[in-house]
């Protein structure tokens, strides 16, 4: 992993690796789903909690699509 970054930024050396390019990688976290101890889906932008996980697991997250245009307008309102 480290010697791709080195060579999508040009670096000869993994050493030369800047920090805040490997932290940027990854998008943040939308959703966990926890199987234990509680089975449940946990929106992390909303905060809403689905607590039936082999339903949404199914497709059922029109809550958390719901939830997630409320807030998008919520901002938009405010800027």
């Known amino acids: 992993m480290e010697l791709v970054i080195a ?7 993994v050493g030369g690796i800047k920090r805040e390019a490997i932290a940027n990688m990854w998008k943040p976290e939308t959703r966990r789903y926890v199987f234990h101890p509680n089975r449940l889906v946990q929106d ?3 905060g809403i909690q689905l607590p039936d996980l082999n339903s949404a ?8 699509i719901g939830a997630n245009i ?3 307008q919520a901002s938009n309102l405010t800027l």
């Open 7 to 13: 060579m999508e930024q040009g670096i000869p050396e």
């Open 44 to 46: 992390v932008r909303t």
């Open 57 to 64: 697991l199914d497709g059922n997250i029109e809550p958390l």
């Open 70 to 72: 409320s807030m998008r």
